[in-house]
């Protein structure tokens, strides 16, 4: 089984929908983030964790909430989705104190 | 402002060749650097990670160096295979804070039989 886990793998809505974005991890790391991940942009940060109490704001956090419900799960919702949020949606973990991150498979989402 | 900038952005190479990307930093004050390798439709994963006192790491036919001095480090890939076709991301973390990594955007590699 996948140590980073990703649902949904596709998903396509309609502007103005709330689309919530799941991770869960059994790799047992405290830290978790969300990145998206654009052609020709790399891949940026819209919001991390460093355990259930904390959450931060990344590069790009407006128009995106999240939720981490426990440590294995950290969800990404779009209160309100639009056509510019279309993107490849990335989970990641990390060892409280380490730097190598694990990436789930991704979340190809279209707002059309 | 932590910047890292990758080049080429696209390599075509034959397969069987070598080819090497170059990874710039501005990440300061600096504490390691990770290659990662994205194939299409992916996560990234880790291929190698260097401190600042290691100026070279290997992992199979990858081997990445670092020069410290000049914020720069290069991945170099010996006799290619199809499955290297992927992109690959060079990433800087800084030491203290928050252990927040910054991305390059990656260079796109395709290995062509």
């Known amino acids: 089984d996948a140590d980073v886990t990703q649902t949904p793998r596709n998903r396509i809505t309609k502007t103005g929908k709330r689309i919530m974005l799941e991770c869960s991890q059994t790799?047992?790391?405290?830290?978790m983030y969300w990145y998206r991940q654009d052609p020709g942009l790399g891949l940026r940060l819209i919001y991390y964790?460093?355990?259930?109490?904390?959450?931060n704001k990344g590069e790009i956090s407006d128009g995106y909430s999240v939720s981490r419900q426990a440590q294995a799960k950290f969800s990404l919702s779009l209160e309100s989705a639009i056509p510019n949020q279309t993107a490849l949606y990335f989970c990641?973990?990390?060892?409280?104190?380490?730097?190598?991150?694990?990436f789930g498979p991704g979340t190809r989402l279209t707002v059309l | 402002k932590n910047q890292v900038e990758q080049s080429p952005q696209s390599l075509i190479i034959l397969e069987g060749k070598n080819c090497t990307l170059q990874?710039?930093?501005?990440?300061?004050?600096?504490?390691?650097l990770r290659w990662y390798k994205q194939d299409t439709g992916r996560g990234p994963v880790s291929l190698t990670i260097?401190?600042?006192?290691?100026n070279t790491k290997s992992n199979g036919r990858y081997t990445a160096t670092l020069d410290a001095d000049t914020k720069q480090s290069s991945l170099h890939i010996t006799a290619s295979q199809l499955s290297d076709s992927a992109s690959y991301i060079c990433v800087v973390s800084a030491s203290g804070g928050s252990y927040i990594p910054t991305f390059g955007r990656g260079t796109s590699l395709i290995v062509h039989p």
């Open positions: 990874c710039n930093y501005t990440v300061s004050p600096f504490s390691n």
């Open positions: 990641a973990t990390s060892l409280l104190g380490g730097n190598t991150q694990y």
């Open positions: 260097m401190t600042f006192s290691e």
């Open positions: 790799k047992g790391h405290d830290r």
């Open positions: 964790s460093f355990d259930v109490k904390d959450i």
